[in-house]
């Protein structure tokens, strides 16, 4: 063979490797496009991103550094409060989801602040579908939302977390209209202060589920406003529609000293 004939067929096959390989690199990029990823929404330095309202308070206004960030982790903090006085918080994530996975690393430690609620011992939670912390009313206690209660052991009984409130709403379970405030998940009780992971998987206005170690421990669908409540009805007035389908995703402060050490979500394409 030739010198010119051996450098040409080389030359076809240079091309061809090169081809394949931008095709294969093409088709590697397109299958991973559409997976999503965990982002976080909680940056471990400041609380850039979320807005704190305070019962009693103006939006922005964090009385008594509330909400704060120490050591990389969202405390939620009483020791600036002579007494909680009603004083029940919530901090807000600037941007409304719909259809997501979230998943939250959270622990109760310290004492409860004065004067807060015997029910509120170790008790917080995580707001999904809130309202705009913009329409709240300054005296408002609660976001109309679905809550996922987030409860702590007290060392001897048992204690679920990880359970379902419904401020100013309303959700279907077995085709049932549950309009009860509070609805028990299967959970097992976790006591002491050691980090807890759940996860809570949202389909808009579809499924909600709970999840604990990979279990799912909770399950209802077709979240909507409650036309009997105060709050809802004023939304309802303002044009909101009555089944909720996305909504703001808020962090609780109902007197019991918490720590957030993740705060990431998995965007679902649906």
Not at 2 to 12: M, P
Not at 56 to 83: A, H, I, P, S
Not at 172 to 177: F, S, Y
Not at 218 to 246: C, H, N, T, V, W
């Amino acid at each position: 063979m030739d010198a010119k004939r051996y450098f040409s067929g080389c030359s076809v096959w240079v091309i061809c490797l090169v081809i394949l390989s931008v095709v294969c690199g093409c088709a590697r990029q397109e299958a991973g496009a559409g997976k999503s990823r965990w982002v976080s929404l909680f940056n471990g330095k400041d609380l850039t991103g979320w807005k704190p309202k305070i019962t009693g308070y103006q939006l922005g206004d964090n009385f008594g550094d509330t909400f704060r960030v120490e050591d990389g982790v969202l405390k939620v903090c009483y020791d600036k409060y002579d007494k909680f006085d009603g004083r029940f918080g919530h901090i807000f994530y600037e941007t409304p989801f719909s259809h997501y996975i979230l998943r939250v690393e959270y622990r109760f430690l310290g004492e409860q602040a004065p004067g807060g609620p015997g029910w509120a011992f170790r008790n917080n939670g995580i707001m999904l579908h809130c309202q705009s912390p913009e329409s709240m009313g300054k005296d408002q206690n609660f976001p109309v939302s679905i809550e996922v209660q987030l409860l702590g052991g007290d060392g001897t009984h048992n204690r679920t977390t990880a359970n379902l409130c419904t401020p100013g709403t309303n959700v279907v379970m077995d085709d049932k209209l549950i309009t009860a405030h509070c609805t028990s998940s299967t959970s097992k009780t976790y006591h002491g202060d050691d980090w807890v992971t759940i996860e809570v998987e949202v389909h808009g206005n579809g499924v909600i589920k709970h999840i604990m170690d990979g279990q799912v421990v909770l399950e209802y669908e077709k979240p909507q406003l409650d036309e009997r409540d105060g709050d809802a009805k004023k939304l309802i007035a303002d044009g909101a529609d009555i089944m909720l389908s996305e909504g703001y995703i808020s962090l609780q402060a109902e007197s019991h000293p918490c720590e957030f050490r993740k705060i990431e979500i998995m965007l679902l394409e649906e």
